[in-house]
Structures are given as structure tokens and as C-alpha cells.
């Protein structure tokens, strides 16, 4: 009861000063700094947008010149403002807005966590007894070597298969071969990828999975809440572990532990370019593959029309909705549900409102779902599954198996679970603040 009272007064204290700082924000700018203050700052959110389309969408100068418009219009209002003298109602603007947000943060801090944050159930297993795991030496620029997971995973009692990156193997038969040889465990240390073919195995077979944290990105790691940066704490699965179970997702009965990914990045990946150089390849591959209406995906989502998309991420469980796109965390792998986000950007203004709103502007859809969708005019479609480029026939189905999967993690790991974002704590606080007439809006914010 004490926890609640301390929650509604620190939600009343940060909605009072939010809306404080907003109230002189405009009081500051209409009356002391006059509309052209809001003209400059309009003007620059629209310049940054048009700056960022064309360094997307174009090449050669025009790209250039986007880059330099959409880096220098935030530095001419910042400049205006400091010649206007806004500088300084700024910092108290600023100082009542960070203290809401704490305050705010705070007070639903204080609260428990709802359903889809909370942390995943687990159960106590025996270690097992003949665990086999596959490694590629390749994964995250030579981790398996950097780290001696070989000689370490052998020193407690596991055999170890060693892919070789220059050859063209199976590893999804390499583990269905492993299990038929009586191991009772199968593990990787390698990308999303090769986890996503070996996780497909042990979950048909019904034997514990084991990840270790040896690739580039290691999102499934993380939404494990194993270390990322010490993929040798894994091993203390083996001997001191615990037993989670979670979703598979499957995209034309092809499994994926993150994401399969349709549109423009799967188009990007496709590159043989792509593995070398990342970044340079999107962006000299983007002006070419940003689709038209004519080649537009057609995407249901549980027999729900979704507007047509450039670019389409379907996830084993949904990300974090958080107020930027690419929150990069799944509180839950249990759910049972496909996460959805498609994006699509026709241009200068639909950047520009990306920027201001991220997720919740107009130009991104996200809803979740049992099952999705994809056709096109085309008979295949570029997929990229876990980051990995592939082809698929039209039409492509994605569906959840829930609970597919039982993982082994080490019973003493970090396990960060992510809190609710910002603006489901906003209106969480909102909520509190109002008492009993914002119980629809708590409830929202919990949702």
C-alpha cells in the first residue's frame, strides 16, 4: 500500500512537471520568441527529413548534398536559438522535462512488471550426458578461438563438432545424426542462423537447446539474457543450468529463433557484398530496391490487410514498442505470438514524421499475430531469415510454434529483462497521476 502511495506521488510530481515544461515551452515561444521560432523549428524537421530521403534514396551528389542539409539544419536552429536568447528558457525547459521523466520513470518502476515483461518461468533439469555442441570458427570475427570454447567446452565432458567455413555442410543433418548417436543435448556456438537450424532439430526431437553467445549480434543470446560479451559464461549450462521453454517461429516451414525479414533489407542482404561491408552495401543498394507500388508485398496479418510495405520484419515474439524503431529487445520468447512491423516511406515528409514519432508515426505499422501472409506479383520473393539471404515462393506463410523449444541457460546469468518503454511508462504514470479516472489509461499503458 505504501509502494502504490509512493508510485502516485512521484506519478503526480512528473505529469505536473511535464506539463509544466510543456506549458512554458509555449508560453516561451509565442510570447517571447514570437511564431517564427516555431517556423524555424518546423522548417527544420522538414529540411532534416528531405536531407535524409535524398541520402537514402539517391546517389552521387544529390546523396551528399542530402547528408550535409540533413546534418546542418539541426545546427542552424540550434545556432538561431542561441542568438535568440532561447538557450536559456531552454535549459529550465529542459531541467522540468527530465525530472518528470525520472519522477515519472520512477513511479512505474515501482509497480510490477505486467505479463509480457515479466521474467520467463524455468524449471530445475539434470545436467546432461552426452551434450554435443557445433561451433564455427568463423562466427563473430573467430570468437570460438578467441575465447578457447573448444578446449573449455571438452574439459567439461562435451564433444564438439567444428564446422569448416570454406565447405558447404549440412548442419541441420549433422545434429539429427548427433541425435540418433544418443546425444541428449545440442548447443551452438556460431550466428542466428546456424542456432535457428540446430533449434529446429532439438525442438522436433524434443532435447534441450544450448546457445553460446559466439556470433556477430547474438540477439537470441540476449533475449536470453546471457552475456553477450562473455560467450564462455554459457558453458555453465552444462553443469549448472536451468530449463526455459520458448517459440519458434517458422516462415515456409523454415525455422527462425529472431526474425524473417521481407522487402528492401532482404533484398540489401542479398549482396554478395553485403557480409563485408554492411553499411556501404545498404546504402549503395537502397535507391535500387526501394520498391514501387507496382512491385509492393501484400501482407496479412491473421486475415488483417496491412498498408503495402518497403520493408517487412516478422519476429518470434514482438519486439519492444518503443518510441524509435528498432527497440532491439523481446521481453518474452513465450508468448505464442509473431511480432509485425512494416514500414513504409514515400518521401521527405514521411521521414521527417519518422523522425519525430519513430514507431508511432503513420509510415510504420506494427501488430502481432498467430500467422502472416506475404504474396507479390512475383513467383520468389527475397527473404533474409535470421540474416541469412534466401529466396522463397509466393505465397510465403509465417507462423509461431509455441513453446517448441526447451533452451538450457546457466542458472546464475545476467538476465536484463527490459522495463516497459517510455511511452507505455508515460502513459502508465498518466494513469497513476489521475487516480481512479486514468484506470483506463493504466491499464492501457500495461497492455
Not at 518503443?322 to 532491439?328: A, E, F, N, V, Y
Request: charged fraction near 20%; hydrophobic fraction near 45%; charge should be neutral.
Amino acid at each position: 500500500m505504501a509502494a502504490d502511495r509512493r508510485s502516485r506521488t512521484l506519478a503526480q510530481i512528473g505529469v505536473a512537471c511535464l506539463i509544466a515544461a510543456m506549458a512554458t515551452l509555449i508560453v516561451t515561444i509565442i510570447y517571447f520568441h514570437g511564431l517564427a521560432m516555431i517556423l524555424a523549428a518546423l522548417s527544420t524537421v522538414l529540411l532534416t527529413g528531405a536531407g535524409a530521403w535524398w541520402f537514402i534514396a539517391h546517389r552521387g551528389v544529390l546523396r551528399w548534398l542530402g547528408a550535409a542539409l540533413a546534418a546542418c539544419a539541426p545546427v542552424a536552429l540550434v545556432a538561431l536559438s542561441a542568438v535568440a536568447g532561447f538557450w536559456l528558457d531552454g535549459l529550465g525547459i529542459a531541467a522540468l522535462g527530465v525530472t518528470g521523466l525520472i519522477c515519472a520513470r520512477a513511479a512505474v518502476r515501482g509497480l510490477d512488471q505486467p505479463p509480457e515483461y515479466a521474467r520467463p518461468r524455468y524449471r530445475r533439469t539434470a545436467a546432461p550426458r552426452r551434450p554435443l555442441l557445433i561451433m564455427n570458427p568463423a562466427s563473430g570475427d573467430g570468437k570460438v578461438g578467441e575465447f578457447g570454447l573448444v578446449e573449455k567446452a571438452e574439459a567439461l565432458g562435451a564433444r564438439v563438432l567444428l564446422l569448416d567455413p570454406s565447405a558447404d555442410q549440412d548442419v541441420a543433418a549433422m545434429a539429427r545424426d548427433a541425435v540418433a548417436d544418443g546425444a541428449d543435448l545440442l548447443g551452438v556456438a556460431g550466428g542466428d542462423g546456424t542456432q535457428a537450424l540446430v533449434a529446429a532439430v532439438a525442438a522436433d526431437h524434443d532435447v534441450p537447446f544450448m546457445v553460446l553467445s559466439a556470433g556477430t549480434r547474438n540477439h537470441f543470446a540476449m533475449d536470453l539474457g546471457l552475456d553477450r560479451d562473455d560467450p564462455v559464461a554459457g558453458l555453465d549450462a552444462l553443469h549448472d543450468g536451468v530449463e526455459l521453454r520458448v517459440d519458434l517461429g517458422t516462415v515456409a516451414g523454415r525455422p527462425f529463433v529472431n526474425t524473417a525479414s521481407f522487402g528492401a533489407y532482404a533484398e540489401v542482404v542479398q549482396n554478395p557484398r553485403y557480409r563485408d561491408s554492411k553499411a556501404g552495401t545498404a546504402l549503395d543498394s537502397l535507391p535500387d530496391v526501394l520498391p514501387s507500388d507496382d512491385a509492393a508485398l501484400t501482407v496479412d496479418a491473421d486475415a488483417e490487410r496491412l498498408p503495402p510495405p518497403q520493408l517487412l520484419l516478422v519476429s518470434n515474439n514482438p519486439y519492444l514498442e518503443s518510441g524509435t524503431l528498432g527497440g532491439g529487445r523481446r521481453p518474452r520468447l513465450d508468448r505464442g505470438l509473431l511480432g509485425v512491423v512494416s514500414v513504409r516511406v514515400d518521401g521527405a515528409l514521411s521521414v521527417a514524421q519518422m523522425a519525430l514519432l519513430g514507431a508511432g508515426s503513420s509510415a510504420v505499422t506494427m501488430r502481432t499475430a498467430r500467422e502472416v501472409r506475404i504474396d507479390a506479383a512475383e513467383a520468389k520473393v527475397p527473404v533474409a531469415i535470421d540474416g541469412e539471404a534466401t529466396s522463397l515462393e509466393t505465397p510465403i506463410i509465417c507462423t509461431i510454434r509455441p513453446a517448441a523449444l526447451r533452451v538450457r541457460v546457466p542458472r546464475r546469468r545476467p538476465d536484463s529483462s527490459p522495463h516497459r518503454p517510455w511511452r507505455t511508462e508515460w502513459r502508465t504514470a498518466l494513469g497513476l497521476a489521475l487516480g481512479r479516472f486514468g484506470t483506463r489509461l493504466h491499464r492501457g499503458g500495461d497492455r
